[in-house]
């Protein structure tokens, strides 16, 4: 069972634009989590947003949570070659899972 | 360092052979993880576990076992009964403060081929 729907599936950008990812999830949730894959490596955590926030920042992330829409959205603003990767949401159930999107893969080109 | 060890990195099974994955960390977290993620796929949960000697299967348990005897170690063994085990499997491990699960952290994952 997946949680987050994401969308777009594949994004491919030019270095230097924006570039944003939704996920949909189904279950009402104490917080979401974004994560980054790079090629044949392990997740790496980027953010947490607990339920009662609305938008979060790190860096050059942003991180956006509609709770009456059950969705999140990921920004990365003036993007670089090196942000080339696959980004997941993922969020716990009550069960004490933590269940991941299918994720979107992002292509930075120079 | 703190972290979360995963190995070997590269394992290759014959048909009709069990093997195990190890996943140990230091982190001190109370909850281990293990996921298989197909090509350009998500990442599917397998087994679970949030104390040590208790563990739940997750969505696509078949054909694999765990073992939970030890806080720092959670192995997966890939039986035979699972057919189609060529995969990328990762190990996550988190903690909980006050029922809420926080983030999680990933092993270097495994690559499993059956030749």
């Known amino acids: 069972s997946q949680q987050g729907e994401e969308d777009p599936q594949a994004l491919s950008i030019q270095e230097g634009e924006n570039a944003t990812m939704n996920c949909s999830y189904k279950?009402?949730?104490?917080?979401l989590q974004w994560y980054r894959q790079n090629s044949g490596r392990g997740l790496v955590h980027l953010i947490l947003i607990r339920s009662n926030e609305r938008e979060k920042h790190s860096g050059r992330l942003r991180v956006t949570l509609d709770t009456s829409k059950k969705s999140s959205s990921l920004l990365i603003t003036a993007s670089r070659a090196a942000d080339t990767a696959s980004y997941f949401c993922?969020?716990?159930?009550?069960?004490?899972?933590?269940?991941f999107g299918q994720g979107t893969e992002l292509s930075v080109k120079p | 360092d703190g972290g979360i060890t995963q190995s070997p990195k590269y394992l290759f099974r014959k048909e009709g052979q069990n093997v195990t994955l190890s996943c140990e960390q230091n982190l001190n977290h109370d909850a281990m993880y293990w996921y298989r993620q197909d090509p350009g796929q998500g990442l599917r949960l397998i087994y679970y576990s949030q104390i040590v000697n208790d563990f739940q299967k997750g969505d696509i348990a078949e054909g694999y076992s765990v073992s939970r005897e030890k806080k720092e170690s959670f192995p997966l063994t890939v039986t035979s009964a699972q057919k189609n085990p060529t995969a990328f499997y990762l190990c996550?491990?988190?903690?909980?403060?006050?029922?809420?699960?926080?983030?999680?952290?990933f092993g270097q994952g495994t690559r499993l081929t059956v030749v």
């Open positions: 993922a969020s716990w159930n009550q069960g004490g899972k933590l269940i």
């Open positions: 996550a491990s988190s903690s909980f403060r006050e029922h809420i699960g926080t983030e999680a952290f």
């Open positions: 279950t009402s949730i104490n917080n």
